[in-house]
């Protein structure tokens, strides 16, 4: 079992930049990737990005790529989503989760989740 804290949300102007970060611990060792998704209100939970542990493999959405950038530390368990040129359809609730299968792309191959973090984009 792993446990995910999340940190870094906020309010930010369009144009601007944040950086979430998430700290895994616990059974950490089977952990194939961490991925970074969102939420806003009424809408489906979205894929944003995620990165394999070992290779240290990306991949991005769509409306993200070019913005959005994806790392992390194996030294300190912890995985950052870099985040720049907001707009205010990037408002939403962003989560972390980690998963042990070699599938990144959707929420159901999941099985750890962080608490959610907000992240508001102003006009």
């Known amino acids: 079992q792993v446990q995910l804290v999340e940190s870094g949300g906020g309010l930010v102007q369009a144009g601007g930049s944040l950086r979430l970060s998430c700290v895994a611990s616990?059974?950490?060792?089977?952990?194939?990737?961490m991925g970074w998704f969102r939420q806003a209100p009424g809408k489906d939970r979205e894929f944003v990005a995620a990165i394999t542990w070992s290779a240290g493999s990306t991949y991005y959405a769509d409306s993200v790529k070019g913005r959005f950038t994806i790392s992390r530390d194996n030294a300190k368990n912890t995985v950052y989503l870099q985040m720049s040129s907001l707009k205010p359809e990037d408002t939403a609730d962003y989560y972390c989760?980690?998963?042990?299968?070699?599938?990144?792309?959707?929420?159901?191959?999941?099985?750890?989740w962080g608490q959610g973090t907000q992240v508001t984009v102003s006009s």
């Open positions: 616990g059974r950490t060792s089977s952990n194939y990737a």
């Open positions: 989760a980690a998963t042990t299968r070699p599938a990144v792309l959707a929420a159901r191959f999941y099985g750890s």
